[in-house]
């Protein structure tokens, strides 16, 4: 891994700002939203199985390339959740007796969600190194 500095306190407040918004965003139009109890369900479910699968996913990736010890099977379950999780709300929302416009909305809140899981995650994962590599060198001098 490359990296040499922090990770601006910037972008782990926009990362944290985006995934507030779209969860946020996400559950308030679910909440409006004028369908049966099981769909509101299944919609919710759909959200947090994405966000778990989102972040396995990157922690996974991550450990392979930077030559961590990892499962094989349970990298190919990652890959496998996360595609299942995406699938899972595009074919709700297809099915879905509501606007198109509804459907954009369901759609860019889920993205926005996982896209910052995962930024958030890569932060974590880079501030954790970076401290590790600090004390590292501070003990060696």
């Known amino acids: 891994m490359s990296t040499n500095t922090k990770t601006s306190s910037a972008f782990v407040a926009a990362s ?21 109890l099981n769909e509101k369900g299944y919609y919710l479910t759909v959200l947090l199985f994405g966000l778990f699968a989102a972040v396995s996913l990157q922690k996974t990736v991550r450990d392979k390339l930077e030559g961590l010890p990892f499962n094989a099977m349970y990298y190919g379950i990652c890959w496998f959740s996360f595609i299942a999780a995406i699938s899972l709300l595009c074919i709700g929302l297809f099915n879905a007796t509501i606007t198109l416009s509804e459907k954009g909305f369901y759609g860019m809140a889920y993205g926005l969600s996982l896209f910052a899981a995962i930024a958030i995650q890569k932060n974590t994962r ?16």
Request: with cysteine.
């Open 126 to 141: 880079d501030n954790e190194y970076f401290k590790v590599k600090k004390e590292i060198l501070a003990a060696a001098e």
């Open 16 to 36: 944290w700002l985006a995934f507030c918004a779209g969860v946020t965003t996400y559950l308030i139009g679910l909440n409006n939203a004028a369908m049966q």
